[in-house]
């Protein structure tokens, strides 16, 4: 848990976003917060700690673990804050690494750890989902926005 030390300062937790109390995990590659989310588990990440781009690895390379695990600790914050219905993963980690999804998912259920009731492996892979317009989501959904904007109304 953080707390504050002697001075006020907020002191970072003994557990790393990764989940790795070893002190060995990656630090991250988040240019201001190391290993925040983005930092442990965007394509950029990936490549840093593999050195190769994440679209070149094998679906058992280890580097999905921890990433994986980010992510799956990602989904359980979510659930447990926001009571999502739907959570949507797009990206080029997201869209191009579909091998990942069955490893969320299994993370979530174990990060939950049954507190939240009826969220099993079922209701999780109902709930987190790949981005059904893949990588074409942003430039449509910018599309969309436009078309909605009030000044379009006629």
């Known amino acids: ?10 002191q970072k937790p003994a557990i ?11 630090p991250g ?13 965007s394509g950029p ?11 070149t690895l094998s679906p058992n390379d280890p580097v999905w673990a921890p990433v994986a695990d980010a992510l799956a600790e990602a989904m359980a914050n979510l659930l447990l804050t926001l009571s ?3 959570i949507v993963i797009g990206g ?10 069955d490893k969320i998912r299994a993370g979530t259920v ?3 750890a049954g507190y939240l009731p009826g969220m099993d492996r079922h209701a999780v892979a109902r709930t987190i989902v790949p981005a059904a317009l893949s990588s074409d989501a ?17």
């Not at 848990?1 to 907020?10: N, T």
Request: hydrophobic residues 35%.
């Open 1 to 10: 848990m953080a707390g504050r030390s002697p001075d006020g300062c907020i």
């Open 16 to 26: 790393s976003a990764s989940g790795d109390r070893s002190g060995t995990h990656s």
């Open 29 to 41: 590659s988040a240019p201001f917060h190391g290993d925040c989310l983005e930092g442990l588990a």
């Open 45 to 55: 990440a990936i490549a840093a700690r593999a050195g190769a781009p994440a679209e």
């Open 84 to 86: 999502c219905e739907r």
């Open 92 to 101: 080029g980690v997201g869209v191009g690494q579909p091998h990942l999804f």
């Open 110 to 112: 174990a990060k939950l």
């Open 138 to 154: 942003g430039p449509l959904g910018a599309l969309l926005l436009a078309d909605q904007h009030p000044s379009n109304r006629r």
